[in-house]
């Protein structure tokens, strides 16, 4: 089992094109992460955070984790890459050099965090696998009892709504009063419907700063050379 | 089934392609655009991938990543257009007001 060459092929046993596709979606993963690493520029890195958010999505598909996957896509994807650029807007638009020696640092505790982390998944069962504790006591009772007797043939559905009902309107009543804390504390109508609402002034407010066109060079990554060690030195 | 597979090894490329300009575009559109780009092959991806399973009822959720990757698209341009997440944000913040300038002699 901790041969990895037979890992791999009892990995998908039925399906096998869905694992290279999966295979060519984690290569794409690690191209995104190292070029989020090595790029400087702020809101290059916060677009490629959305790209890497929507291909771990699909990632999460083929894995048929379905829900996950939704979740990572309208969190990550969509959510995230706004407050990111919300961010950015309070900071510097580039990432300032760091001490060589404190990424020294870090790598190592990454490394070794990896590792571990690595090792530790070498206990896990397979992939799929039936006798896995996950599959077998609570879960196989929930896939062979749930249609019985809930009669609902979305064994999720039966959980969430049924076997953990009061659990789920404990979330629910959690959720609904972070909203109602957040939107007490940015103030109701703040956003569009308030009275200060001031969009037509704004943009005339901005040719002061540079009309239409003149803006290009903010918008724009200052036309310098995409090597990511523009400010890396 | 050929078919799924030549479509899907397509897309792969596209994604490739695509992926290549977020990470090379000298400009901010590009990555944008890269982005919007990277978004819908990952919704083609998807329903290719329902039907090498065989599932091809997956496609509602293909359909809803369409919805969210408009979304955010529209939010991140809206975004660039008003600098701001919302027009009064930037009256409370003195510092965003001349946020222009900053960003003109960071980039």
Avoid at chain 1, 12 to 26: D, M, N, Q, R, Y
Avoid at chain 1, 137 to 149: H, M, N
Avoid at chain 1, 158 to 177: P, Q, W
Avoid at chain 2, 76 to 99: C, E, V
């Amino acid at each position: 089992m901790n041969d990895p060459v037979s890992f791999a092929t009892e990995f998908h046993p039925s399906s096998s094109p869905i694992f290279f596709v999966e295979l060519a979606i984690l290569t794409l993963l690690v191209i995104t992460s190292i070029a989020m690493l090595r790029m400087r520029r702020l809101f290059g890195v916060v677009m490629l955070s959305g790209i890497y958010s929507f291909l771990s999505a699909a990632f999460f598909v083929a894995l048929d984790a379905v829900d996950v996957a939704f979740t990572e896509a309208a969190v990550g994807a969509g959510i995230s890459t706004v407050l990111m650029l919300s961010a950015m807007l309070l900071t510097a638009r580039r990432e300032k050099p760091y001490a060589p020696g404190h990424a020294a640092l870090a790598a190592v505790v990454c490394v070794i965090v990896g590792g571990a982390l690595i090792y530790a998944t070498l206990d896990a069962p397979p992939y799929g696998d039936a006798a896995a504790p996950a599959n077998s006591y609570v879960g196989q009772a929930y896939v062979e009892r749930s249609a019985v007797e809930i009669s609902m043939p979305n064994i999720v559905t039966t959980v969430l709504a049924s076997y953990r009902g009061f659990d789920t309107m404990g979330e629910v009543a959690v959720i609904f009063t972070a909203g109602l804390a957040v939107m007490l504390l940015l103030g109701i109508g703040s956003d569009r419907g308030g009275k200060d609402v001031r969009d037509v002034p704004r943009m005339v407010g901005r040719e002061e700063d540079g009309p239409g066109l003149g803006e290009k060079p903010t918008l724009d990554d200052g036309g310098k050379s995409p090597s990511p060690k523009g400010g890396a030195s | 089934m050929i078919m799924f597979v030549v479509a899907t090894i397509a897309v792969i490329v596209a994604i490739v392609i695509a992926l290549a300009r977020a990470i090379l575009g000298p400009s901010l559109y590009d990555r944008v655009l890269a982005g919007n780009a990277v978004g819908t092959k990952t919704i083609l991806l998807l329903g290719l991938m329902g039907f090498l399973t065989g599932r091809p009822e997956f496609l509602d959720i293909a359909l809803l990543y369409a919805l969210m990757n408009f979304i955010a698209t529209i939010a991140i341009l809206k975004f660039f257009a008003y600098r701001t997440m919302s027009p009064q944000m930037r009256d409370m913040s003195p510092r965003l007001g001349n946020g222009n300038h900053d960003g003109g002699a960071d980039g």
